[in-house]
């Protein structure tokens, strides 16, 4: 079984940046991101799950969404079979907690085409 475990995450004011990391561990983690789509989601408070972003495993491929567009980079180093978020300009409706995900299909918004979930970190971004 594979985990993903972000880091990364913590207290940033409006107009700064931050990076998240999630790395595969575990039974088969050495070839999981070059073999999956990874992605990142993030859920506010009394929200729902949203998508921010999303990498192919070749990483010729990357989808975001518009709330993100321009200010978040997805990246990927699958040697060392971690994935990143780049995240700059930051604004506190960026505030959540950071989910990443995988998929054996190609980047999709969809939620529910993401078999593997992270627990989690939280980014807060003040005012």
């Known amino acids: 079984q594979v985990q993903l475990v972000e880091s990364g995450g913590g207290l940033v004011q409006a107009g700064g940046s931050l990076g998240l990391s999630c790395a595969a561990s575990?039974?088969?983690?050495?070839?999981?991101?070059?073999?999956?789509?990874m992605a990142w989601f993030r859920q506010a408070p009394g929200k729902d799950r949203e998508f921010v972003a999303a990498?192919?495993?070749?990483?010729?491929?990357?989808l975001y969404a518009d709330s993100v567009k321009g200010r978040g980079t997805i990246s990927r180093d699958n040697a060392k079979n971690t994935v990143y978020l780049q995240m700059n300009s930051l604004k506190p409706e960026d505030t959540a907690v950071y989910y990443c995900?995988?998929?054996?299909?190609?980047?999709?918004?969809?939620?529910?085409?993401?078999?593997?979930w992270g627990q989690g970190t939280q980014v807060t971004v003040s005012s």
């Open positions: 990498i192919m495993y070749s990483g010729d491929m990357t």
């Open positions: 575990g039974r088969s983690y050495s070839t999981f991101t070059s073999t999956h789509t």
């Open positions: 995900a995988a998929s054996v299909l190609r980047p999709t918004y969809s939620r529910g085409n993401y078999n593997y």
